[in-house]
């Protein structure tokens, strides 16, 4: 168990429709790091918050937002879902802003229909 | 061409071979090799990493790095049925190269048969 939590774990919805996906980092990490993993394009990175503050962006859609807030907790929003959205979503924590030390979380699996 | 490349196998070995994994990688402003491990519906796991060029061991598993070659590898010792995984591949340049955002390879799915 790496301690950073995702939930929900699995998530089905239909095409066009919203969602939120959460993670908790490990305690006493400052940076969030959220991924998507697809079958034929691997683990990509979307976007890194560092203690509240977007730190650097990856491979992010228009349609597809993050925040961290206060409690250091992220969420990812996703909006106008379309089939090729489904995927698995990760986020990882680190304690600075070092990425190169990544402790992932369980990872949510979005399935639009 | 990709920044870094991965060949996703799949490979699959007997019990208590030598496993021999390796990517390649374009961006020469890369400073830190990373190997995760991923079972099967989990998320990754940081295995290893080294910075700059040189060799890392940690009990069976061995990571080398030849930047001269843009090539990395990661040796498995004696491999277990329970290394049976996803093996990833993961670079960034740090602070100091400019970007902290790891590029992961696609990874290898290794099996390793009892």
Redesign the interface.
């Known amino acids: 168990d790496?301690g950073?939590t995702q939930t929900p774990k699995h998530l089905i919805t239909a095409t066009g429709q919203r969602v939120t996906l959460r993670c908790s980092p490990r305690s006493g990490d400052l940076s969030v790091?959220w991924y998507q993993q697809s079958l034929d394009q691997?683990?990509?990175?979307l976007i890194?918050y560092y203690n509240g503050e977007e730190?650097?962006k990856?491979n992010i859609l228009e349609r597809f937002s993050a925040q961290q807030f206060p409690d250091l907790h992220s969420e990812l929003n996703l909006s106008s879902l379309e089939l090729g959205d489904s995927a698995l979503y990760?986020c990882?924590s680190t304690r600075s802003?070092?990425?190169?030390?990544?402790?992932?979380?369980?990872?949510t699996r979005l399935t639009v229909t | 061409q990709k920044e870094v490349e991965q060949d996703p196998g799949p490979l699959s070995v007997p019990e208590g071979a030598i496993v021999s994994l390796n990517c390649t990688y374009s961006n020469s402003a890369f400073q830190y090799f990373m190997w995760y491990r991923q079972y099967s519906r989990k998320g990754p796991e940081l295995l290893m990493y080294t910075y700059s060029s040189g060799n890392k061991e940690d009990g069976r598993f061995t990571a080398q790095v030849d930047k001269s070659s843009k090539y990395i590898s990661l040796f498995i010792r004696d491999s277990q049925p329970s290394d049976s995984a996803t093996y990833l591949c993961a670079m960034s340049g740090g602070p100091q190269g400019g970007s902290e955002k790891l590029v992961f390879g696609k990874g290898m799915k290794l099996t390793v048969n009892p």
């Not at chain 1, 070092?98 to 369980?106: A, I, K, L, R, V």
Request: aromatic share 24%; glycine share 20%; proline share 4%.
């Open positions: 790496s950073v790091y691997g683990l990509q990175f890194q730190r650097a990856g990760f990882a802003g070092n990425s190169y030390e990544q402790y992932f979380g369980p990872g």
